[in-house]
């Protein structure tokens, strides 16, 4: 209803709006700051700021194609870490394939949570009240602009982006037609928790530090273990979960080099892979990182290890959430974290707002939604194995309590699909079939090589994506290029036996 209400409260604007006349816009609790013209591409920047509490300072930008370049459609771009900025680069990314896009700052300005501290409001804000408060807005703007409503709606991001697509998904079910979810931060409390894990794991005392300088060590011996399990040797591991490499089989025999681990740096390897466990129970907290990947550039040495010591982007984030936006102490020590209560603890305070990982997608289904998730392998900043675990959690919901208006039980797959990429770093980078229109990079022609294509087509056609196409380097011959398919969950790549293993034909999806 609000919606209706919306768009029906634009003074003046019976005719074809300018730009300008866009600021003239009345929508309940929002201002419009700016309304004006653009190019490189041409564009109409809308600029407002909305405020649902007395404590709420959301910015939102509305990017808006011409009339002539509009594709009829609506898309919402996600942020990144703790968000504070519009995301402009993928507000670009939309208005070049003529989307009418939008994007929010999540209602603060700056990195870190200190923001938080003495504001719960703008805690939700952050958490899922500015995503949604973003599409009412900007559709009304779009609705003004062009005269009528986007005939489709759309929501892209990746990281804390990724959490924020499952957000939509979850607690706003009717907002968007199709998502796609990248490397998910859905379960932000317990995931920041194990970067306080694997920070204490490092931290602790000097002899547990493992430098950079060893990082190659261990990847090589890893792949040397686990590199063929596939049925190929590309430098590629497809499916980590069956790599079962032991840290002790690098231990020192005498002396300390770059090619060996000390008893301590084991242990702390260990505890790295494993990931944090809840010391009373000894329930798992959140999923370790697989093996395989530490020397990767954009991998373990920025987020897991950092260097020099106590600068890795684990610490920052683990700290800033326990630290700031959980007990709101500007002296936190991360030593005294305690992973029983306080976990338990950051959920109630925070994690009730920030997390996205309810499996109870039925609405969303039943809305007609399609949703495609992507992780890599690679990803040292959110564990694979968490898309993993949350994708495996809504199969088991919907075995459990399928949706009373299907007929039967429901596949997921009829309008889920998850996509493992092995090499790929975080939301795009690392090795491997990492591009595959995950990042506005190219535009190809075919949606098996394009997610958001492939997305659309699935929601306007029904055409369900049965792979996409990756592509990158290969990695023992760099000056070649690779293409693989990327197979949904639970089916794997396998070899078919022949054929060039740089070319996507060589595979195929196969049940694991």
Known sequence: MRKLI???????????????????LAIPHVEIASAAMMQQPDRCVVKAVSRPTADSEIKIEVWLPPVASWNGKYLQVGNGGWAGTVPAGTLMFGVRRGFASAGTD?????????????????????GHRALHETGIVAKAVAHAFYEKPAARSYFYGCSDGGREALMEAQRYPEDFDGIVAGAPANDWTYHFAGFIWNEQALMSKPESFIPP??????????LAKCDSLDGVRDGLIEDPRKCKFDPAALRCKSGDNDDCLTAAQIDTLKKIYAGPVNPRTGKQIYPGYPAGHEAIQGAWAPWIIGAPPANALHFMFGNTLFGQAVREETDWDFRKMNFDDDVAF?????????????????????????????????????SPYGSIEYYDKVVDFFARYPDARAKGKPAVQDFYRLFMVPGMGHCGGGL???????????????????????????????????KLIGTGKSVLEPAKKLTRPLCPYPQVVKYNGSGDVNEAASFSCAAP
């Open 6 to 24: 919306l768009y029906l409260m634009l003074p003046g604007l019976a005719t074809a709006a300018s730009c300008d006349s866009l600021a003239r």
């Open 106 to 126: 999540d209602g603060h300005s700056g990195g870190g949570a200190a923001w938080s501290i003495g504001h719960p409001e703008k805690l939700i804000d952050f």
């Open 213 to 222: 300088s060893k990082l190659p060590a261990i990847q090589k011996a890893v």
């Open 346 to 382: 950051a959920y109630e305070k925070a994690g009730i707002h920030l997390n996205s990982s309810n499996p109870d997608l039925r609405t969303f289904r039943a809305h007609g939604g399609k949703l495609i998730q992507y992780h890599g392998w690679a990803d040292a900043a959110i």
């Open 432 to 466: 491997g079939p990492n591009n595959f229109g995950n990042g506005g990079a190219i535009l190809p022609a075919d949606a098996e090589h394009d997610l958001l294509l492939s997305l659309e087509r699935w929601v306007e056609q029904g055409t369900a994506p049965e």
